[in-house]
């Protein structure tokens, strides 16, 4: 199975390898430059409003995962770049196709060579379904070939990277906003709900405990 990345994590990803293909006099990033690419409302699906603190700690578990690292170039500022070609040994055409994936979700072959071409060159659309096959056929895939949509004659291509997504209404789905506090916030509950149980566990055990003294 392919690294397994959460939404925010993706976005961060994805930015640093868009913005090194795209436009690599502004590359390596600061962590100013990395949030304003999370949060911009073009090339994205879905629009996140992330913090600063959001991008750092996706930043910290990317460099955890060995895809992330900050920059040895001399400035004054923290500059952030990626590691994927090192690690997941991608040129530079398979390269930026990931990037879309995981900046835009799904998408037809199509789509997704006619929005590759602005980070690397596509001759032709044989050529992007031969990438495309390549990164399906490796040992631990990073793309998928979702189920064809009704109504749709094309099927779609999701990265691996990320839980895969449900079938969703596309117009709706561009229209979501993810925060990462939203996330954090989740991660709090669940563990709210865990101590309770817990609690409630303990609370048992010594009402047992108790009763054997009376």
């Known amino acids: 199975m392919a690294t397994q990345l959460t939404a925010v994590e993706a976005r961060v990803l994805g930015?640093?390898?868009?913005?090194e293909l795209a436009t690599p006099d502004y590359y390596p990033l600061t962590l100013n430059a990395l949030v304003n690419a999370c949060n911009q409302k073009s090339n994205r699906s879905p629009v996140m409003a992330l913090e600063e603190l959001d991008v750092q700690d996706a930043?910290?578990?990317?460099?955890?995962?060995?895809?992330?690292?900050?920059?040895?170039?001399?400035?004054?500022?923290?500059?952030?770049?990626?590691n994927v070609p090192a690690v997941l040994h991608l040129e530079p055409v398979e390269?930026?196709?990931?990037?879309?994936?995981?900046?835009?979700?799904?998408q037809t072959l199509g789509e997704l060579?006619?929005?590759?071409?602005?980070?690397?060159?596509?001759?032709?659309?044989?050529?992007?379904?031969e990438k495309v096959q390549g990164l399906?056929?490796?040992?631990e895939p990073l793309v998928v070939r979702l189920p064809r949509q009704p109504g749709r004659k094309e099927q779609r291509i999701a990265q691996t990277m990320t839980e895969l997504p449900a079938a969703e209404d596309e117009g709706a789905a561009a229209s979501v906003l993810i925060t990462g506090s939203s996330e954090r916030i989740a991660a709090l509950e669940e563990e709210v709900a865990l101590l309770r149980s817990q609690l409630e566990e303990l609370s048992q055990r010594f009402d047992r405990f108790q009763a054997e003294f009376e």
């Open 95 to 106: 390269l930026a196709m990931l990037a879309e994936l995981l900046l835009r979700g799904p």
């Open 59 to 82: 930043l910290d578990t990317l460099a955890r995962k060995r895809l992330a690292y900050r920059s040895a170039e001399g400035s004054r500022a923290l500059k952030y770049c990626h």
């Open 136 to 139: 399906l056929e490796r040992e």
């Open 15 to 19: 930015c640093l390898i868009e913005k």
């Open 113 to 129: 060579r006619g929005r590759v071409e602005r980070m690397a060159p596509l001759e032709s659309l044989e050529e992007a379904e």
